[in-house]
């Protein structure tokens, strides 16, 4: 069906490959997940995704030199910038590298309609990057140790426990599930059950999860005070009671 694997990535990022068309070759290009096909898989991949990432950020730099050149044309003042941290929060899987390099340059932020343009970096990015995911997620499966079922990269204390009593018995059906999510995170964090930063724990919930774009992408990361009610704080109370012994 493709001839290489550049041509299998160009055709991800042009959205026309579903999942399973996407794991059934992964599947057929590395002999059934042989660790070392896989390895060298995702070397390949990560090489196109440089090359496609310089190309998506000199297209975003130049719409941004091009509103501020339309600015100073016009003799619209340019304002003091504000970086938009509220944005970043929509991003889950954001390209940190990307990031860094817009956060440098502020006069990037003068941008009117800031939020587009950053989802649309995002994505632009997260076909190739779904791609990225599934290999890393099946070398890890083969890399793992068979006793390593408590994802201790990111939950302490047992808290994986907790964190799946939450999730079957406590959380919301809809889009109020979200500030569940988000709710419980802060407080299993706070309370040493949780020891990643948010952003890190979005990406794994969200591998873990296999949600798809239109969900996850809805996922904001906000603050305790934003998502703490009455309610949340009955449900937590609820299940820490039942997980303490």
Same mark, same amino acid.
């Given at each position: 069906m493709f001839s290489n694997v550049q041509e299998f990535c160009e055709e991800i990022t042009k959205g026309v490959v579903d999942q399973i068309i996407l794991e059934n070759y992964v599947e057929t290009i590395t002999n059934n997940h042989k660790i070392e096909k896989l390895k060298a898989l995702l070397e390949d991949v990560e090489v196109f995704i440089d090359v496609y990432k310089e190309g998506i950020d000199a297209d975003s730099k130049d719409e941004i030199d091009a509103e501020i050149e339309r600015r100073e044309k016009e003799g619209i003042e340019i304002p003091q910038p504000e970086f938009p941290e509220e944005v970043i929060g929509k991003l889950i899987g954001y390209d940190q590298g990307l990031l860094a390099e817009l956060k440098s340059r502020p006069e990037g932020f003068m941008i009117i309609d800031t939020e587009r343009l950053l989802l649309s970096i995002e994505l632009k990015m997260y076909d190739i990057r779904r791609l990225q995911r599934h290999i890393h997620k099946l070398i890890a499966e083969q890399t793992r140790p068979e006793n +390593?079922?408590? =994802?201790? =990269? $990111?939950?302490?204390? +047992?808290? !994986?426990?907790?964190f799946k009593e939450l999730i079957n018995n406590h959380i919301e059906i809809g889009r109020g599930r979200h500030r569940d999510i988000i709710y419980f995170y802060w407080r299993m964090y706070n309370d040493k059950y949780i020891h990643q930063r948010p952003q890190r724990f !979005?990406?794994?919930?969200? +591998?873990? %999860?296999?949600? %798809? $774009?239109?969900s996850d992408s809805t996922i904001q990361l906000k603050t305790l005070d934003e998502v703490k009610n009455k309610a949340r704080y009955n449900k937590y109370k609820t299940a820490l009671d039942s997980f303490k012994p």
């Amino acid at each position: 069906m493709f001839s290489n694997v550049q041509e299998f990535c160009e055709e991800i990022t042009k959205g026309v490959v579903d999942q399973i068309i996407l794991e059934n070759y992964v599947e057929t290009i590395t002999n059934n997940h042989k660790i070392e096909k896989l390895k060298a898989l995702l070397e390949d991949v990560e090489v196109f995704i440089d090359v496609y990432k310089e190309g998506i950020d000199a297209d975003s730099k130049d719409e941004i030199d091009a509103e501020i050149e339309r600015r100073e044309k016009e003799g619209i003042e340019i304002p003091q910038p504000e970086f938009p941290e509220e944005v970043i929060g929509k991003l889950i899987g954001y390209d940190q590298g990307l990031l860094a390099e817009l956060k440098s340059r502020p006069e990037g932020f003068m941008i009117i309609d800031t939020e587009r343009l950053l989802l649309s970096i995002e994505l632009k990015m997260y076909d190739i990057r779904r791609l990225q995911r599934h290999i890393h997620k099946l070398i890890a499966e083969q890399t793992r140790p068979e006793n +390593d079922n408590k =994802h201790e =990269h $990111i939950f302490a204390n +047992d808290g !994986l426990v907790l964190f799946k009593e939450l999730i079957n018995n406590h959380i919301e059906i809809g889009r109020g599930r979200h500030r569940d999510i988000i709710y419980f995170y802060w407080r299993m964090y706070n309370d040493k059950y949780i020891h990643q930063r948010p952003q890190r724990f !979005l990406t794994w919930f969200l +591998d873990e %999860s296999n949600l %798809s $774009i239109e969900s996850d992408s809805t996922i904001q990361l906000k603050t305790l005070d934003e998502v703490k009610n009455k309610a949340r704080y009955n449900k937590y109370k609820t299940a820490l009671d039942s997980f303490k012994p």
